[in-house]
């Protein structure tokens, strides 16, 4: 049986049945941001920059790759950047929670931890973006924010909004939910400071994910090389937004694939990930940040780097000093 998302790139029956509940949620969500806009609502000041990097779809687009690389630069940028998430999937019992390279991904998180753990930055995560910040800046000397996703959390502040767009998926079939994967329609993309495409023309406002090695999810394996799997059978799993980019890399390298595919934020069991033969398993680095005490063997990750093209990263450098020069 097919997934409703499994309706959501093409125009189809299914879609159309739902379409009347989609043109409903796009109104909702439209009024809801112009409510904002003419301050019915009110969104709290902050006292330093708030870059947004989201996107209106569902689904993996490469938002956290970007968001680290963005975090970088301004780094390089001679900025003490701090980073905010949801913490989708976490199950803490309090938020907003402060995340540490060891905090367990259980409680706050898959994408939080693998931020912290890349950038070094400090990470607060928690359903109101607000006070995730007001707790970042009273222990952290913050003077940029960096907001993983938020773009429809209206009462944040923010002072760039940046959309990330899957460049071979773009928005789908243009739909809003339940019809389509989109949580705002199509327009909303021209009202947004910077939209960049995963995937796209390397002279546009775009950026790639480049890997390198496996990495051993446990510290007693050593690491291995995607070319040393050619022609050699192995089990790929993958509990993320979009899984078959995972699996259309391995299959790139002629490696064949039993594909394993799991909910985006995934929780694992040791027991989920035992397939009682000798194959190597390979995921993605999120998937990992939840299976490093699991003591798995024969197992690995592969780390992805975001790199910007040098219009988008001028772009972004632009837009930073625009905000910075008032």
């Known amino acids: ?161 940046i959309a990330v767009i899957d460049a071979s998926r773009l928005t789908g079939n243009g739909f809003c939910l339940p019809a389509g994967p989109l949580r705002e329609p199509r327009s909303r993309l021209s009202g947004v400071d910077m939209v960049i495409y995963n995937g796209g023309k390397t002279e546009a406002l775009s950026f790639s994910l480049q890997h390198a090695q496996l990495i051993a999810v446990c510290d007693q394996q050593d690491n291995l090389v995607l070319e040393s799997l050619k022609h050699k059978q192995a089990h790929a799993v993958a509990g993320i937004g979009n899984p078959e980019r995972f699996f259309d890399l391995l299959k790139s390298y002629d490696i064949d694939i039993i594909k394993h595919n799991f909910p985006d934020h995934h929780i694992y069991t040791a027991d989920e990930l035992q397939f009682n033969d000798e194959l190597p398993v390979l995921m993605t680095e999120k998937d990992a940040v939840k299976c490093t005490q699991l003591g798995l063997a024969n197992s690995w990750y592969l780390p992805v780097t975001a790199v910007l093209s040098e219009a988008a990263s001028s772009q972004f450098n632009k837009l930073i000093k625009q905000v910075c020069d008032g």
């Open 1 to 161: 049986m097919k997934r409703l998302d499994d309706y959501w790139y093409n125009q189809n029956p299914v879609a159309w049945i739902l379409y009347p509940v989609s043109v409903i949620f796009c109104l909702i969500a439209t009024l809801r941001k112009f409510l904002y806009k003419i301050h019915f609502f009110k969104s709290p000041d902050i006292p330093v920059p708030v870059v947004i990097v989201g996107n209106i779809s569902i689904g993996g687009t490469g938002k956290t790759p970007l968001l680290i690389a963005l975090c970088k630069q301004l780094q390089e940028l001679g900025f003490k950047p701090g980073i905010i998430s949801r913490g989708y999937g976490g199950q803490a019992r309090s938020w907003p929670q402060k995340v540490s390279i060891d905090s367990p991904a259980l409680e706050v998180g898959d994408e939080p931890v693998l931020i912290v753990r890349n950038t070094h930055c400090p990470v607060v995560v928690g359903p109101d973006r607000v006070k995730d910040i007001e707790l970042l800046l009273a222990d952290n000397d913050c003077n940029i924010i960096l907001a993983d996703d938020g773009l429809q959390h209206y009462r944040l502040h923010r002072d760039i909004e």
